[in-house]
């Protein structure tokens, strides 16, 4: 029996009084013709609205992209928040309690940056053991030294930047300290310099700023293994070398020429001590100023910064390599600080080692020389080391002759032998107390300060018999031209603070800016030559500098002393570093 519903050749057809089930009728806002296909639709009052269309193939498409789209933008937002979230958990931040010093803003209201870069040889990890050595008898150990430090010093006006190495030899005064972390503590001693990282970053900080004058603002700190992930993310970094070498001691290889270094042979590289200079720390610092200049080309260097890819390696990198202190503590921060230095142009950052003289007390280490003093001066009062052209800034000849002759004279007697009383002869409260603050804070002892008998114009300096090449050492330290310098009957220091020395501790920074003394020696520009003299000064856009390959027995192979260049004739099996 046939279907109801059915015809013979299996169409819909009609019954009288019936509907067929689920068609609607033309009350229902639609007319369908035979084969029931919509002709029209009605709208509002039973007005037909015109035929509808089936939706173009380019429609469909459309809106496919556009859902795709919307959902691109959310995954990529996602992903953006969330790699945001990953590099700033990566980060590892101390706090320094105010103990590097406050930068003071220039008359623009802009504030210079002074970062401590330290370089740790803590063997605090499996990893930095394994790359450092030393562990097979003590394991993965606690606390470290500051093997590097590199004063980082970005003018406020963002033109110059100036990176000054203090060796790590280097004796001094540790400040009384407490590391928050571990807990460690001292009251302060007399030691090497390196050694204040065991008291935790703040503690180095603290030492810097007291033996050199220089507001700290923040640290940046690096160990082995972020060394060797800093120089893999930036696809590895070409230094050169004067002549074949081998340290046996970091174990870097390297034949004479150009080399592109990366992972562990760029931390062989800023390690190796014996192979560079005198086989001393001081050499060290040279070949490692020569690495970080190819390091800030590489990253200027047209590519590195507008690739993701690459920018996500080293903002990975990065952050998992530093520790900072609460003041660099966020991605965000960081990216405005690698903008300051990235408006510095190359040829404006200039790299200085602090000037030493050998400790009496032990050939091995060093003291700060008396040319350290115009350095620290010429960073801590934010000018350049460099003229708008990148050349070295030059005085007159008068002052550049003065000052080198008291530098000379001078560099037999160290600061903290020499105790100066302060008097204020400018009728501005506290002016005695601010520049006796100031030489203390370079190492010079303090004798009391109070006020001149009556107010004075020029500033001068008065010592006893037999005291002029002290004398010297605390003009140098305060930029005050020898010509202010007088011999009085008494003994000991006396500097009378004028009125042509208004404000700031140095006084070259005041009378360039004030037009109180016109005197030609006041009045003319730092003397950069003195404060880069035998600072072993370059520039980050000198390109073919070479590291200096030691030419003396600095290393052992099999037990007999070679220079590098001998050893890595002798060394045939042993692999270059970038092999």
């Given at each position: 029996m046939s279907d109801p519903w059915d015809?013979?050749?299996?169409?819909?057809?009609?019954?009288?009084?019936?509907?067929?089930?689920?068609?609607?009728?033309?009350?229902?806002?639609?007319?369908?013709?035979?084969?029931?296909?919509?002709v029209a639709a009605r709208g509002r009052g039973g007005k037909s609205s015109g035929p509808v269309r089936p939706m173009g193939r380019g429609r469909r498409l459309l809106r496919t992209a556009a859902m795709c789209l919307s959902v691109l933008v959310v995954v990529t937002a996602g992903a953006g928040w969330w790699f945001y979230q990953h590099l700033n958990g990566n980060i590892r931040s101390f706090s320094l309690d105010g103990k590097g010093g406050t930068e003071k803003a220039d008359a623009f209201g802009r504030t210079p940056i002074n970062i401590l870069v330290m370089g740790s040889d803590g063997r605090t990890s499996k990893t930095d053991?394994?790359?450092?050595?030393?562990?097979?008898?003590?394991?993965?150990?606690?606390?470290?030294?500051?093997?590097?430090?590199?004063?980082?010093?970005?003018?406020?006006?963002?033109?110059?930047?100036?990176?000054m190495s203090i060796p790590r030899d280097t004796m001094t005064k540790v400040p009384a300290c407490k590391d928050g972390e571990s807990g460690r503590s001292t009251p302060g001693y007399y030691g090497q310099i390196n050694s204040a990282l065991q008291y935790g970053p703040?503690?180095?900080?603290?030492?810097v700023h007291q033996l050199t004058g220089i507001p700290v603002d923040h640290f940046v700190k690096l160990d082995f293994s972020?060394?060797?992930?800093?120089?893999?993310?930036?696809?590895?970094?070409?230094?050169?070398?004067?002549?074949?070498?081998?340290?046996?001691?970091?174990?870097?290889?390297l034949s004479k020429g150009t080399h592109t270094l990366k992972g562990v042979a760029a931390l062989e590289f800023v390690r190796s001590r014996h192979g560079f200079g005198d086989g001393s720390d001081l050499g060290r610092t040279v070949s490692q100023h020569i690495f970080l200049s190819a390091m800030i080309r590489k990253f200027k260097s047209a590519g590195t910064l507008t690739d993701p890819t690459a920018v996500y390696r080293l903002s990975d990198a990065a952050t998992k390599a530093l520790t900072v202190d609460d003041g660099l503590d966020s991605v965000k921060k960081l990216i405005a600080l690698a903008d300051d230095v990235n408006k510095v142009p190359t040829r404006r950052i200039t790299f200085a080692t602090m000037q030493t003289a050998p400790d009496p007390a032990d050939d091995d280490r060093v003291v700060v020389g008396a040319g350290a003093k115009a350095l620290f001066s010429t960073i801590a009062e934010d000018q350049p080391l460099t003229t708008g052209a990148g050349k070295k800034s030059s005085a007159s000849s008068a002052t550049t002759k003065a000052t080198a002759t008291a530098t000379a004279t001078a560099s037999a007697v160290p600061a903290s032998d020499i105790a100066v009383t302060v008097e204020n002869g400018t009728g501005i409260t506290g002016r005695a107390s601010a520049v006796a603050t100031a030489l203390t804070g370079r190492g010079f002892g303090s004798a009391g300060t109070g006020n001149a008998p009556s107010p004075v114009t020029a500033t001068t300096l008065t010592y006893g018999t037999g005291q002029q090449a002290a004398a010297r050492t605390v003009a140098t330290a305060l930029g005050l031209p020898a010509a202010r310098l007088r011999q009085g009957p008494g003994s000991g220091l006396t500097l009378v603070v004028g009125s042509d020395w208004p404000s700031g501790s140095s006084y070259r920074a005041a009378s360039t800016a004030s037009p109180a003394d016109t005197s030609p020696a006041d009045t003319s520009p730092a003397d950069t030559e003195a404060a880069v003299s035998e600072a072993h000064a370059s520039t980050a856009d000198q390109a073919k500098s070479c590291a200096k390959v030691s030419p003396y027995k600095t290393v052992t192979l099999d037990g007999v002393p070679m220079t590098p260049a001998q050893a890595y004739a002798a060394a045939r099996t042993q692999?270059?570093?970038?092999a």
């Open positions: 015809g013979p050749a299996g169409q819909a057809t009609r019954s009288r009084g019936r509907r067929v089930p689920g068609q609607r009728t033309a009350g229902q806002g639609e007319a369908r013709p035979p084969g029931g296909r919509v053991c394994k790359l450092g050595g030393g562990c097979s008898a003590t394991g993965v150990q606690t606390g470290s030294n500051a093997d590097v430090q590199m004063v980082l010093h970005i003018s406020a006006d963002r033109s110059n930047a100036t990176v703040a503690c180095q900080v603290a030492t972020g060394v060797v992930k800093m120089s893999d993310a930036v696809g590895g970094v070409s230094v050169c070398v004067s002549d074949d070498v081998y340290d046996t001691y970091s174990h870097l290889k692999p270059d570093s970038d």
